[in-house]
């Protein structure tokens, strides 16, 4: 399973951004996707999910209100609408797939299987 995510890039706070994340390869054994952020000097967290069959979703609270994780079964890929940007959301932004449903709640980082290589987001003030 291979990741592309894409979208990130410069852009003012207040701004928006879409973040995308294409899968490719053996991608029938699919439980859940999510975005997760890291940003200089600081731990890798989460920031959102979305269970493939069904589409419930996740969020972190900290950025709750401000996002919206979509997929596209057709294409593959999931989407990550950021409004309202913060200076404190630059960051890389990483896509993640669970391949299937297992006891780590998809807020842990350790759920996944396969990540993609980032996509950097900055917010300027």
């Known amino acids: 399973v291979q990741l592309q995510a894409s979208g990130g890039g410069l852009v003012q706070a207040g701004g928006s951004l879409r973040l995308s994340c294409a899968a490719s390869?053996?991608?029938?054994?699919?439980?859940?996707m999510g975005w997760f952020r890291q940003a200089s000097g600081k731990e890798r967290e989460f920031v959102a999910a979305?269970?493939?069959?069904?589409?419930?979703?996740v969020y972190a609270d900290s950025m709750k209100g401000r996002l919206s994780i979509s997929r596209d079964s057709a294409k593959n890929t999931v989407y990550l609408q950021m409004n309202s940007l913060k200076p404190d959301d630059t960051a890389v932004y990483y896509c993640?797939?669970?391949?299937?449903?297992?006891?780590?709640?998809?807020?842990?980082?350790?759920?996944?299987?396969?990540w993609g290589q980032g996509t950097l987001v900055t917010v300027s003030s």
């Open positions: 390869g053996w991608t029938f054994s699919r439980y859940a």
């Open positions: 993640a797939l669970v391949r299937a449903r297992a006891l780590l709640p998809l807020t842990s980082s350790r759920a996944y299987d396969y």
């Open positions: 979305i269970i493939w069959s069904g589409g419930s979703t």
